[in-house]
């Protein structure tokens, strides 16, 4: 299997060891690793949201990870122009691009094109945006729910951005935003895609998660979150929307046991993991599933 005329995409859920399983492709194929993460692009959070550690690069190039400033809003139409520049760069030197994440949104946007959903009014946009203020992201989101239960089945439900834009657009056009995604088309073909999808057994995962949230805590996260309030960043922005910086949040006031910490952080991740996975069924039929122990077997048979 020679996959070095393609561009190569992972996804999987989180902990499912994405970011290792691209490094050793990259020096199987002469690759370069993209970031197709939406929390990894943020400068801050680096251990809560398992950014890969420059240590573990194995001299593999990584771009997009770090380096946007998190009061600064960042959407998926951003990080594409961003991607297609990459990918051009890499190409242009020989490499082998290879996007990773568990971003499902930015790997559709990536293969379908992005979507060109008319301009919302100011007016409007502000009207949501005070009605999600005075009732609070859960009775809004139950809103969302109602309007367009389409794109709410794909939204975590504390993620106000999210919440408020598919909102906005269902209001305005009539429409769910999912639908708009549709019409869309990418500037590469099909063919120039191997769509890798790493398909966990959910039991196996739940033990990953589980080892990787203790093993945030002993890399010190209690510490990197209380730097991150002191940043007074924005409740609404999407970093804020972390997994893990409400539930430290918590622990900090109540100072509970750290295994209550773990308990809660990794359910929360579970959840999110199962949400990613529901994403795949719906947008990746056809991407290849690999499973754990093919893994090996796969890179063998480049």
């Known amino acids: 299997m020679d996959l070095r005329s393609k561009i190569i995409l992972i996804y999987g859920p989180t902990a499912s060891g994405k970011s290792e399983f691209a490094i050793k492709l990259a020096k199987k194929i002469s690759g370069e690793i993209i970031n197709a993460d939406s929390m990894q692009v943020y400068k801050d959070l680096k251990i809560l949201t398992s950014r890969p550690l420059k240590k573990d690069y194995k001299n593999i190039r990584h771009h997009l990870y770090g380096f946007q400033n998190p009061n600064k809003i960042f959407s998926t139409g951003n990080w ?21 994440g568990g971003t499902g949104l930015y790997f559709k946007a990536l293969t379908e094109g992005l979507v060109d959903i008319p301009l919302i009014p100011l007016t409007l946009r502000n009207k949501i945006r005070k009605i999600q203020k005075k009732e609070g992201q859960k009775k809004f989101f139950k809103k969302l729910q109602k309007i367009d239960p389409l794109s709410a089945s794909l939204i975590n439900p504390t993620d106000t951005q999210r919440s ?52 945030m805590l002993e890399m010190g996260v209690i510490q990197e979150v209380k730097r991150f309030f002191k940043l007074n960043i924005a409740k609404n922005k999407s970093i804020s929307k972390a997994i893990g910086v409400n539930e430290i949040k918590e622990f900090l006031k109540k100072m509970e046991n750290k295994e209550l910490l773990v308990d809660k952080i990794s359910i929360k991740t579970r959840q999110y993991a199962k949400r990613q996975m529901t994403w795949a069924r719906g947008h990746m039929k056809t991407w290849k599933k690999i499973n754990p122990k093919q893994l090996n077997n796969f890179l063998k048979n480049i």
């Open 80 to 100: 594409l122009k961003l991607a297609n520049k990459k990918i051009k760069e890499i190409k242009s030197r020989k490499k082998v691009p290879i996007l990773v």
């Open 164 to 215: 408020i834009r598919a909102y906005e657009v269902m209001m305005f056009t009539k429409k769910s935003i999912l639908e708009w995604y549709k019409g869309t088309k990418s500037i590469y073909k099909n063919k120039d895609f191997h769509k890798i999808i790493i398909n966990y057994p959910r039991q196996m995962l739940i033990k990953r998660i589980q080892i990787r949230t203790r093993l």
